[in-house]
């Protein structure tokens, strides 16, 4: 028998987790396949022509983004720790505690991230972990961020993930006591239909999650507060913490029962795509049934309905400018003197139509104009911005969208910059956490007048949308 | 044949990179094997026990790092880039430029790192990609990073790294233009020998380096400026850029044409460590007589010596303080009011005995005493810290060493709090680039007194010792 009819040959990874080998190439195992003929259902109901080049691969790319940021579920955490355990001395007791004796540890700041089991979108973690040693020995540092990263690939809940990392470590290595501290970031996209009414949208739902056993089985514990201290400097104080309770309610937006309802309102859901999402949980080795699960497949299906293919146009009703120029009282007709104008920090929400994943950021846009003031207005070009956002995307078309029509609209010479976190640059396989994407496009003078163009580009601000930068001033 | 058999069955992970199947598990491999056997008669000059159980699997350990490191040389740009070119609109040249016509197209802060190829340390990389699509088609986006880390895997010098991931995006591509930007940290350890003469050691060796094509060819172009525009908010301008000449000097700290000698002085290199060393390069599939590698074997033979066994005890000569009891003069003894006294950021130097890999970052020492100074001294502290630094360690135990000699140092309590980065959390396949590690050790009060515990530990101010966090102050 070859290799390839041999699907569970394991290979062992540097972490000593199993992986089987065809696993790793994902593509054409029945699940995959299943999950990309799901994909097509769910493109064909956005009404996307699924041959259009740029989704030919679509189905296949989501088939292995999901598979690959659900590897959890085939990782034992048995496997990740043996073998790095090791022997350390510590302090006798009555003298104090360090090493391998009572020295917490902690690793903190580890990036992770999850798939929210209620509606299928990843959300984003900063993974922190400590542990008190017992019995003179030590468990190598990697191996709380190997366990982190096992239970972060699955669909999950934070508080679960929290319990779930504290309970394999505390397991596994066997310490005085484990503790998990989570701050979890959710994309929380305004809604499609109510974008004009809402100027204040809080892109992220946070929340911040422990859990504890042993010496930080009592939330009260002193072990605790040392573990608190140690966090402090990252904006995090002990009474910020949703400590065990927040289970009660869901923190997903998506979950109706979080007070937040948030469907797209085109209708009664396609029975077709609910279908396919529904086959896609089964796929990741998912049941469909478990209560968590149950409204996940219309929650997903309705935050995609977000971004169909309307096949609308931009309607621009008489509001397209023309030459700044000035007719005087006599007749003369006047080219004014123009000025750099500048809307900043208009915010976007849209989907990669390459892995069905969100991205999002801010839109700049620089104009010259005579007048000193914006001819229509901020919300009506946080509207145009709305209108190209809310579709399948690519960044660069964006820019070229938004740059032709503001063009049309504010009188020839545009210049847009589009700032964006991708959520297929952090999740699957890349997870290039930190970084972010711009994008150019320029109309008119710009495209030939760099002075212009770098006079627009330094009066942005310095630019951050990432999650976890702001967790504390909004948690 | 069976799979076991077959050591090139190809699978194809997600970035349509080709890697054997068997190489994915490594362990048993000739080359792995062949540099296990190196790493061991590397140890053995270190004067270490290779059968201590902590460095039992360090052998298997390095290899596996160094062979995941270096995957770079199996991957091929074609294969990476194919089947991510889409297409995309533009605009009408003479309208302007965007989307797949001239529209930039930036990805800032990618996080990657090398083994640098004059010491065989890795070296962390912040990595800005940029292109000017051309021909009406963009390429994925996630590819620049793809392609930027197939040549980071790899032995480096960050000008070659530059070139090539702008010469491969170039033609992989085929764009108006690629811009490459590379922000390079080598961490620059102080001499074991002359660590009490450099108080104001530079942790690292920083460059910042550039490679352009097309529109990006002349550096002086138009396009370059608003590249840089972009990476203005950064704090990276123009001039603090070593564009291409910077080749001419090698900036690695341990290359002796820079005009820093460094090595241990230790006599004369160990022929086996220097011919164990070479092994390494010539497995990882690298010719050892590459001009920029001869002097490679030394340098990293020279480098671990500072790390060696020396079996010598700190010897406290008399410094041994007594508890803080004060004599009148009438001869009364009285217990003074102790205040909680501090040292902080301690800087500290050594090696991952799991790994053979650095990790550095900062020592804070609390302690009670009633003088109201130090009675011994910051610079005698730092030197207990240099002395269990440099070693071959696991975080922990330094922790306990350094709490239980300052403990006998300045009289039974004491606390200790290390923060680290570990080069072994950053490279490997766990690259988790912004975490750190903090480890606590206790005596006497501290353990008991968890108030004195929080006092010493609100003392301390936010940590930051990332190597790309203070990039542009230093540059």
Redesign the interface.
Known sequence: ???LD?GH?G?????GVK?S??E????GEPETVAIENAVKVLLQGLGEDVNR??LL?TPL?VA??LR?GTTGYKQKVKDIVQ?AL??????DNA??????V??????????LFSYCETCLIPFQIKCHVGYV?RGQR?V???KL??VADAFAKRLQDPQRLANEICSALDQGIKPAGVAVLLQCSHVRFPNVQSFFLDSNHQGWAKVLVSSGSGVFENEKA?AW??FF??M??RGISLDKIHMRDCTEQCWCPFHSSSGEIFSSNIGPANPGMIAAATSILRSLGEDPSRKELIGTPSHFVDWLMNFQNTNFEMKLNGFVKGKNDYIRSNGEIIRNEEQLHTELNLSFWSQCE?HLLPFHGVVHIGYFSADGIDPIGRSLLQSVVHFYGFKLQ????L??QI??TV?SLLGGD?M??IEAN?T??IS?????????????????R??TD?AA??MF??S?P??ATSAGSDFSSTA
């Open positions: 028998m070859g290799c041999d040959f290979v062992e990874l540097d972490n992986l080998c065809i790793l190439g994902l593509e080049e740029g691969k790319r292995k983004a690959q073998g090791f022997p350390e001395s510590g302090l003298v104090g505690y360090a090493g391998g009572g020295g917490l540890v902690v690793v903190r700041d580890l990036d040693p030590v190598g540092l990697s961020s190997r002193d507060s040392d201290s140690l402090r400097f390459h690519v960044q660069e078309r820019s070229r740059a032709q063009s545009v847009v910059l991708h297929c640059m699957r396989g890349i997870e290039k956490v930190g970084s972010n994407t711009a994008t150019i496009g320029v109309v008119g710009f495209s760099p163009r770098s580009l330094e942005i310095n630019f």
